[in-house]
């Protein structure tokens, strides 16, 4: 039953750690631990992804169908658990983020990330890979 164990009040967000700096808050919406090189995309039919890249969007619809395939990760700025990019991200498998406000711009291609789908941390690491 829903409601045991459920107080119906929202947590105090004072309780809970925010991200560190150089990391964002999202909604994780398929579990799993990624890092790689950041390929923000603003139009599928041009993404030029290679194998390893992490997708960032601002939003995803059916149209991305054909380059979610070849992503290691997905981060997009809009969404919840039911929407298309988390919806396609647990039918594939690739660990995802949703729910990122600014990530288009708090990223570039290029950038290195690690991306937790679990918790929705992503953190920013150096150009490197951070290795």
């Given at each position: 039953m829903v409601h045991r164990g459920n107080?119906?009040?929202a947590d105090s967000r004072e309780e809970q750690p925010g991200p560190a700096a150089g990391s964002k808050q999202g909604l994780g919406c398929c579990p799993g631990v990624v890092r790689g090189r950041v390929r923000?995309?603003?139009?599928p039919l041009t993404a030029?992804?290679?194998p390893g890249d992490i997708v960032a969007a601002e939003h995803t619809d059916p149209g991305w169908i054909l380059i979610l395939p070849m992503a290691a990760g997905l981060l997009v700025e809009r969404g919840s658990l039911l929407s298309h990019a988390a919806i396609v991200a647990r039918e594939l498998g690739i660990p995802a983020v949703v729910g990122l406000r600014g990530l288009t711009?708090?990223?570039a291609?290029?950038?290195w990330v690690e991306l937790d789908g679990g918790t929705g941390v992503v953190r920013?690491?150096?150009r490197d890979?951070?290795?």
């Open positions: 107080r119906f009040q923000v995309v603003r139009d030029g992804l290679e711009a708090w990223l291609d290029g950038d920013r690491l150096p890979g951070g290795q």
